[in-house]
């Protein structure tokens, strides 16, 4: 089992394209929304670059155990995704369902109506959102187990 810190690294794969912090702490690394880019940016020191200029890259391919820690959490993402989904949506009829009962048996109260109506909307926004992005989520981890296999392959023929 990975060390903690590790682990806590990992759960921080970021959805949208953009330079992060490299998982492995040793610059920044270019996310492309669906992989890391093997090329390492070193992080400017002092009062920083000059104006249009660019950090040096170099090739630094993330360590081969990180790699898979990404490539199985992206494999996980759709099923955990489906779990929140669920959740959301699920408050999300108990509170509409709660918004029904208190027009019904008090109706003397509109405000409690109105929050709980509120609230059920506010649940079903997110979910609407996370089903919408789920596709996305599938296609992302049917490339990570084809990565995985792929490494898994090269690393039998490299032993």
């Known amino acids: 089992m990975e060390p903690r810190a590790v682990r806590n690294r990992v759960r921080r794969v970021p959805i949208a394209p953009g330079f992060y912090t490299d998982p492995g702490g040793a610059g920044i690394r270019e996310w492309t929304g669906t992989e890391w880019s093997p090329f390492l940016t070193r992080s400017p020191v002092g009062n920083g670059l000059a104006e249009g200029s660019d950090p040096p890259s170099t090739w630094s391919p993330l360590p081969l155990h990180i790699q898979h820690e990404h490539w199985n959490l992206a494999i ?20 509409a ?63």
Do not use: H, N, W, Y
């Open 97 to 159: 369902f709660c918004a029904v009962l208190a027009a019904v048996v008090g109706p003397e109260v509109p405000a409690l109506v109105g929050v709980f109506a509120a609230s059920a909307v506010g649940l079903l926004v997110p979910a609407v959102v996370m089903i919408r992005k789920q596709p996305a989520r599938r296609r992302i981890a049917e490339a990570a187990e084809k990565a995985l296999t792929l490494a898994s392959r090269e690393r039998g023929a490299d032993a």
């Open 76 to 95: 996980k993402a759709p099923a955990e995704a489906v779990m929140v989904i669920a959740l959301f949506l699920s408050f999300a009829v108990m509170t």
